[in-house]
């Protein structure tokens, strides 16, 4: 058995994949503690969640300033030791050529919401921070601060496809109308890129020609609500290893990654 760890939730939506971490800690399959649960969108139903579990809860409600900084950005309150040119030299999802106003906008705004709830966050002490359903992508500036051992990262996240393939926003409608024959969800700690960083587990299914959309996202749902308490559990141990490798290609160039070793 591990030590209990405190546990911080990032939520948006309904919140099962936090029930399903809530339910592990209360059952024992995860030594660890829900510290609190933050969210993004006011009246989330996975608030609810955090009510009923006597979880402490807050909202940064980040479409209220993406709207504030659309008509006057001077009314944005950013920390003080916030870099733009940094966080823009570390963040790695944009496209080569892509409009740098609007890469300027997001990171504006985000790091604004992000120090909201850096400052809720005081409040619980926590050793993990695990996003279930968060659909807002992390800057350099939050990272950082979670991270400050850069060899032992404390953000997970759960994505509902098979790592590398189909990151992004839809991971199960994308393995779908791309006409995979398995699915799956893979658990993530997170870096500078979009479900980039080094994977710690994942979990697959067979997709059947009678297979629908739907039906896909059930059998990904079960698969996670297995998958990500059992790599929280192994944080809990202290069996997670982050370390970086670097391969020889046949054609003499070097390729460095950054995995997961389970101890």
């Given at each position: ?101 609007k890469i ?28 279930a359903g ?10 950082d601060r ?118």
């Amino acid at each position: 058995m591990g030590e209990t760890i405190h546990i911080g939730a990032f939520i948006s939506g309904g919140g099962t994949n936090l029930q399903a971490i809530i339910d592990s800690c209360e059952n024992g399959n995860i030594d660890g503690k829900m510290a609190f649960v933050g969210c993004d969108k006011p009246g989330a139903r996975g608030l609810e969640r955090a009510e009923k579990n006597n979880i402490p809860s807050f909202v940064v409600d980040y479409s209220s300033i993406i709207k504030t900084y659309k008509k006057d950005p001077d009314q944005i309150d950013l920390p003080d030791d916030f870099d733009l040119d940094e966080a823009i030299s570390k963040q790695s999802f944009f496209p080569e050529g892509y409009d740098p106003e609007k890469i300027k906008a997001f990171l504006i705004t985000r790091t604004a919401a992000e120090a909201g709830l850096l400052k809720e966050m005081k409040a619980y002490p926590y050793d993990l921070i695990v996003l279930a359903g968060f659909m807002r992508n992390m800057t350099p500036y939050f990272i950082d601060r979670i991270n400050t051992d850069p060899d032992n990262p404390r953000i997970m996240n759960i994505h509902p496809a098979i790592l590398p393939s189909f990151p992004g926003v839809d991971g199960y409608g994308d393995t779908f109308r791309y006409g995979s024959k398995v699915g799956g969800c893979t658990v993530h700690f997170i870096d500078y890129g979009e479900d980039s960083g080094p994977i710690i587990g994942q979990r697959c299914f067979p997709i059947e020609p009678d297979d629908t959309l739907d039906s896909i996202k059930k059998k990904g749902l079960e698969k996670e609500w297995e998958l990500y308490p059992s790599c929280i559990q192994l944080f809990a141990e202290g069996r997670l290893e982050t370390v970086k490798e670097t391969f020889t290609l046949d054609n003499g160039n070097t390729y460095q990654r950054a995995i997961v070793k389970i101890k």
